[in-house]
């Protein structure tokens, strides 16, 4: 139990354009999704919280017109990075809180490379 | 200001010998600690974790310990395996919700 899924694995976009990744919770409901980058050899940096039907808590220097989150439902939350640059290429993680018996612990989500040209 | 704190970038270890990762924290309101487990290109995995009321929690061949005074955690695992290589990560948080991560150990548990 407690599987998150990304999709897609991986993407490579050119230099200006969007790209959309989801973070689904498979086999419970997410109270609450949370959106990760790692950067190489770097720790994983929270970006931004959500809970499904509200607005997204961004972390402090996450631009949130840049990397706009969608909560939908409980098992599916979307990031969109919007008019990606190089400087945006990075690991994006996304973790789901919820799980029967496991209290806050987050479960994440294999992760997303995104590779902007 | 890293909060959380992995001072070992890696580790090397022996099969069946006791792996231990360290982890020190600043923040004194954190009260819920977890380690995690990663593979390159791939989500972390929960491990363990520990609320800031116990010393320690036990788990097959995981134990997680809190030395709340030294504000300093340890993962030890024994025996390690092969399977165990790979890179932990500690984490902290407050009330449960925000996890600050270390910067993470990489464990290398060799024949």
């Known amino acids: 139990g407690a599987v998150v899924s990304q999709h897609p694995s991986w993407v490579i976009c050119k230099s200006g354009t969007s790209v959309k990744i989801e973070c689904r919770s498979l086999?419970?409901?997410?109270?609450?999704m949370f959106w990760y980058r790692q950067f190489p050899k770097q720790s994983l940096m929270l970006m931004a919280t959500?809970?499904?039907?509200?607005?997204?808590?961004?972390e402090q220097g996450v631009e949130k017109d840049k990397f706009l989150i969608n909560h939908a439902s409980l098992t599916l939350s979307t990031l969109t990075v919007t008019s990606a640059h190089p400087e945006d290429s990075s690991f994006y993680i996304c973790s789901a809180t919820g799980a029967s018996g496991s209290g806050d612990t987050q479960y994440f989500g294999p992760g997303t490379r995104l590779t902007v040209l | 200001d890293q909060q959380v704190k992995q001072n070992s970038p890696s580790l090397s270890v022996q099969e069946g010998r006791i792996s231990i990762l360290n982890c020190d924290y600043t923040?004194?309101?954190?009260?819920?600690f977890l380690w995690y487990k990663k593979y390159p290109a791939e989500g972390p995995t929960f491990l363990i974790s520990?609320?800031?009321?116990?010393d320690k929690n036990e788990d097959g061949r995981f134990t997680v310990f809190l030395n709340k005074s030294a504000k300093h955690l340890s993962l030890h695992i024994v025996p390690s395996q092969p399977g165990d290589s790979a890179v932990y990560f500690c984490?902290?948080?407050?009330?449960?919700?925000?996890?600050?991560f270390g910067t993470g150990t990489r464990l290398q548990v060799f024949p």
């Open positions: 520990i609320s800031s009321i116990k």
């Open positions: 984490a902290a948080s407050e009330g449960a919700v925000k996890l600050i």
């Open positions: 959500s809970n499904e039907g509200s607005k997204a808590t961004y």
């Open positions: 923040n004194s309101m954190f009260d819920y």
């Open positions: 086999d419970f409901q997410a109270t609450t």
